[in-house]
């Protein structure tokens, strides 16, 4: 039972006078709390008394009326038309089904959580009415209800450990959801050695120079291959390429990366002259909506300091020569 | 020749989203005791299981196959996983049904499905790998590029990949399994969702779906058994090639054209708009329908988009095309594979329903997957052999 008075909110403030005067003081405003010395001793009656016993025991029932229904809580009439209840008390629970709730974003000082959490009627499975009680959706809950809280969502109570519970409603010390899933949190560790071939092209781009090899079909390939895709045949023989080529075909990417400059950012496909596949490339250096296939571009390369044999050293391509912006007119943008 | 198989059960799940309310193992006996219903059969008169996924990085499930087997009533019994990228599903039906043909099995289990909502595919496809500085952002950032491609080779009027993408969503208002259900849609709307992938906007890319699918395939005689209809598997053909090398031509890839040849020269498909009623293909982009009704020879190169535009895939076109809404209406990436040639087999039985194309005696299954580079078709009809 309540012993210490309930916080007053701030006191009310009228309309500010247009001119204050001494006929008019300020108001006296002081707090009052009434709370009868170790609290009102409350009969439970045979019906509610039982409810409580089972619940301290950490069992859960309701009482059957005339007409068949199951009531939780409990009352010692059926309160639909006054007649007693029966002898009956069912076991219900410990499931149940959440009938309608509230989202409380603020809690209250004498609310039993102190972060954002539900009131909710809770129809325990086998009964026939709901019972209020606070819903825990989780430390995770913010202002805003879970989308996961709706009518329907099935809960089960958190009962105190048996050594806290008294006989009263808290021994519930709330509601929460049924379990619907686990997260695996699991991690791979991988220890990967590049191919040779790869090593070497990445070596060659930290001083500037692009790698490729030369298939015994004469294709050209970069990065350069150990062996031929197209026919298996091993590759022996390297050469270098230079930074320039044309774009073959490209995408204007609109949904964000980390791995990217901005939004949007132009990722293409870049056939270094004299080679016979696309180097996947970043295209910088050009509004979007003026890249062409058939452009000429070059490699921009990362400051030496920046440079680094575990990963590409080309920025991105940009466009060679540069464009210029007096002479090419921004395009009307195309609906493709 | 080998021995004539087919499909004597077909089940799949209702795609969601989120398929919350099952676990992995309650989501693919969803479709495999839907199937095994349809076939009349139980899992102790199945002789072999076919399992198949896409990556497992999608639910960080390594080898579901042995995770899933006694969910799958395989214990005591083959289990084969397969794996073939967006493909799996085809793939998946593929090696079922030459475990019938070789005659070392008369009931087979094939089943497909993806839980995407445990992870993020995109997640999944995007994540880096050591020594590179890959820029590919999902699947549709690796396949925008090539559409362009087919976009700057054929001269397509951008409005085509809007009329693919309302034409499958209206198509899977017909289907009672299918995930998106978007009464109102039109090409209008298409066009005016965001761009994602220039030029692939928001509504014309597939949803991420959680789902499975499953079929029974039998020997001849568990289908005369069968108390449906059978779809005879009258032909059947995978093939590959990799990602990248020297004249590789990534729009028209040749492992699909010998692919498609391989599978109409087993089922005496000389004209394929003319000799298949119906066809259900992967087409998880809306630009992929084009870029595919030339792949696989219903148009000449440079002419699958006029088709699209003349209506000739629509419903009451001469070749309807995924009829059922397709990839971009329902795509549990590993099963998406195997609801298209289930779907097939299901028009060939008149078991498709709200989405039965009438008289259907000839339906193609296709589906393809990584960068476009593995295949799977099969031609199934409802005559026998």
Redesign the interface.
Known sequence: MPTDPEPTGPAPTGPEPAAPGPADPEPLIGTHGVAFPGGYTRSTGPVIGRFLTELRDGRLVGVRTASGRVLVPPTEYDPLDGSPVTGDHPGVGPAGTVQTWCWVAEPRPRHPFDRPFAWAAVLLDGADTAMLHALDMGEAAGAEPPRALRAGLRVRPRLRPEAERTGAVTDIACFRPEV??VR?T?RLDYT?R?DPA?ARY?DAQTEGRILGSR?R?G???VPPREV???DGTPVTEEVELPPTGTL????????P?P??PEV??V???VRLDGA???L???VSGVD?ARVR?GMRVRAEWLPPEERSR???SIRWFVPDPPPDPLREPAPEQE?? | MSRAAAVVGVGQTHHRSRR?DVSMPGLVREAALRALEDAGLGFADIDAVVLGKAPDLFE?VAMPDLFLADALGARGKPLLRVHTAGSVGGSTAIVAASHVRSGAFRRVLALAWEKQSESNATWAL?V?Q?????????A??YF???I??Y??RSGAP?HVGWAVAAKDRRNALGNPYAHLRMPGITPEAV?AS??????LRYLETCPSSDGACAMVIGDAGAARAAPGPPAWIRGAAVRSE?I?????DAVDPRAGRDCAADVYAQAGVADPRRDIDTAEVYVPFSWYEPMWLENLGFAEPGRGWRLTEEGATAPDGDTPWNRSGGVLSTNPIGASGLIRFAEAAQQVRGRAEGHQVEGARTALGHAYGAGAQFFAMWIVGSEGP
């Open positions: 619907t899933e695996d699991g990967v590049a790869l990445l298939a079909s294709a050209v390939y031929d895709p197209a073959t075909t490209f995408s204007v990417n609109h949904v990366d791995r990217a949007p950012f990722t293409g496909y016979d596949v696309d996947l490339a970043l979007p296939p575990t990963r590409p609906e493709r | 919350t960080g995007t880096g050591p020594f590179s500085a890959s820029l590919v952002v999902g549709g950032g925008a590029p090539f362009r491609a976009i700057e951008g066009a965001p761009m994602l992938w220039e030029p990799p990248a090398f020297a004249g590789r």
